[in-house]
DNA sequence: TAGTTGTGCGTGACCCTT
DNA sequence: CAAGGGTCACGCACAACT
């Protein structure tokens, strides 16, 4: 049933996005002239107001790519697939097709100047060394409140470890923007969601074997004999116990180096930060930006909590965790029942 | 179970600023 | 004039209620 609407400044007839998939028309307001005047949007077909973000585009394309630039803990997720056709009515209907599009036609989230949502300005402290001190302890349990091994020590069985490793990975991925905006020591540390979707993608799944392993690791420190009774019956149902030595090693040492929670943190956010582990990551230099802050980082917590010899030998246990990773993800694949293993663990492990 | 109402949030056209 | 950012009426989705 069509009818004429009148919205403040638009004039519209009927419901408009029914109206424009059935190929209906849409009355507007007359508006300027512009020298886009009949070009088509690159990513939905409407019409183009100009060029946007890098790409030729309409107004609501330019507004749906800022929004989900700014706010940062957006997750969008294809309900459909994730194969939606980008026209007038899908466009509304699927946001994570949406944006692919929009990165697919090359629409650059660094020409969304003020990435920061609009929040209320709380009154500033002044910026004397507590207060920054505080507030960088803030940041930092910020950015290992993730890691916390101790909902960890809870799982059950394989499946069950590894799901919640990849969403607990997932939602620490997503936290590290939060530190992106501090006025300490990590101002300029670039944010996860800085990146590409498709570079998030390939991290995260590059690095999820070793952010378990770091886990697991802080959770044997703290408590070797619960963590060691998890890990028997992990290396019980593999099946091989070729990986047992190693990691006993791995957690052995890692033990005697006392790290904090805060370097685990950093340790694990390191991890996800590696390009060269990740295939076809399309803007390896911002990963390897994002790296070598987190290893400054790193590096002034040790001395901070005077341990400044512990940090080249945590710098080191990344080249442990990746023959870990290699080791485990080869098992992984050779196992027998990998089938019975949580789908999203197949896919993280490219399991058949 | 179906219909109605309330609420929160995403959308996009327009305007202002640079 | 182009392009980025802000604004806000509108509409949709979903929950709560009848």
């Known amino acids: 049933m069509s009818q004429i609407v009148a919205k403040s400044n638009r004039v519209y007839e009927g419901n408009d996005k029914e109206m424009e998939a ?32 890098n790409v030729l585009s309409c107004e609501g394309c330019k507004g749906f790519y800022r929004r989900v630039v700014t706010e940062e803990n957006k997750i969008l997720i294809c309900k459909f697939g994730g194969k939606c056709k ?17 990165q697919l036609v090359g629409m650059r989230p660094e020409y969304v100047s003020n990435r920061e949502p609009k929040k209320r300005q709380k009154p500033a ?28 020590e809870k799982l059950e069985s394989i499946a069950d ?33 800085s990146l590409l979707q498709a570079d998030q993608v390939a991290l995260i799944k590059a690095s999820t074997v070793d952010a378990s392993f770091l886990r697991s690791a802080y959770s044997f420190a703290k408590n070797p004999e619960k963590q060691m009774k998890q890990t028997n019956k992990i290396i019980a149902s593999l099946k091989n116990e070729a990986i047992d030595l190693p ?78 990773n290699h080791a485990f993800s080869n098992l992984l694949k050779h196992e027998s029942n990998s089938h019975l293993m949580n789908p999203l663990l197949r896919e993280l492990w490219d399991l058949e």
Not at 127 to 133: C, D, F, I, M, Q
Not at 164 to 179: D, E, M, N, Y
Not at 274 to 300: H, N, W, Y
């Open 247 to 324: 990691v006993r090693r791995f957690y052995d040492r890692f033990a005697a180096m006392k790290p904090s929670l805060t370097m685990i943190g950093l340790l694990v956010a390191m991890a996800v930060f590696s390009a060269d582990r990740a295939e076809g990551i399309t803007e390896p230099q911002k990963v390897e930006e994002a790296q070598v802050k987190l290893v400054k980082a790193l590096q002034f917590v040790c001395v901070r909590d005077n341990q400044p010899k512990v940090f080249p030998k945590l710098v080191l246990k990344l080249t442990d965790l990746r023959y870990l």
């Open 22 to 53: 059935k190929g209906g028309k849409v009355v507007r307001r007359k508006r300027r002239r512009t020298m886009w005047e009949g070009e088509s949007c690159v990513v939905c077909g409407d019409r183009a107001s100009g060029y946007h973000y």
């Open 86 to 102: 980008m026209d007038l009515y899908w466009r509304r209907k699927c946001g994570a097709c949406r944006l692919k599009k929009c």
């Open 161 to 193: 470890i590894g799901t919640r490793h990849v969403q607990s990975l997932v939602a620490f991925c997503k936290k590290l923007p939060g530190i992106s905006s501090s006025e300490y020591f990590l101002k300029a540390l670039l944010g996860f969601d």
């Open 125 to 152: 402290l002044p910026k004397t060394p507590e207060v920054k001190n505080v507030q960088a302890k803030r940041q930092l349990f910020f950015l290992c409140d993730a890691t916390n091994a101790k909902t960890l």
